[in-house]
């Protein structure tokens, strides 16, 4: 199984309901995140690729026009905007368009990270 991962970067903030009033994330504060998307195949195309890292481009316009600098809350609705939920979405935006990925990590800080792969694992076997 070949795998490949690229990471983009975004500034933005959030704020979770439902914590005791003294936890830091009940107010409003911000993260800067990283977001990795992974992808997996079987086979690589003519070129030697999953898929070419340039394809993914459209992932850092979709990141640079929707979250860089926003409020989450206001950007992915009314649900609290945890990391687990931020994967999730970008995992869905990314496999409708590329079905060869795999996973999507959310990193809101060096040392944590959230991560949302599908139950069933859907690569593209390249022809």
Wanted: aromatic share 12%; net charge negative; hydrophobic share 30%.
């Amino acid at each position: 199984m070949f795998t490949i991962c690229k990471e983009y970067h975004f500034s933005a903030s959030h704020q979770l309901f439902g914590l005791a009033d003294d936890h830091p994330c009940a107010r409003l504060h911000g993260h800067n995140y990283v977001i990795e998307i992974e992808l997996q195949s079987e086979k690589l195309n003519e070129v030697g690729f999953i898929r070419d890292y340039r394809d993914l481009d459209a992932l850092k316009k979709y990141i640079d026009d929707k979250f860089d600098h926003y409020h989450l809350n206001d950007v992915l609705g009314d649900e609290n905007v945890t990391a687990e939920r931020i994967a999730k979405h970008f995992y869905d935006w990314c496999h409708d368009k590329w079905p060869e990925v795999s996973a999507v990590r959310v990193k809101e800080t060096p040392k944590t990270c959230a991560e949302y792969r599908s139950s069933k694992l859907r690569i593209r076997k390249n022809e």
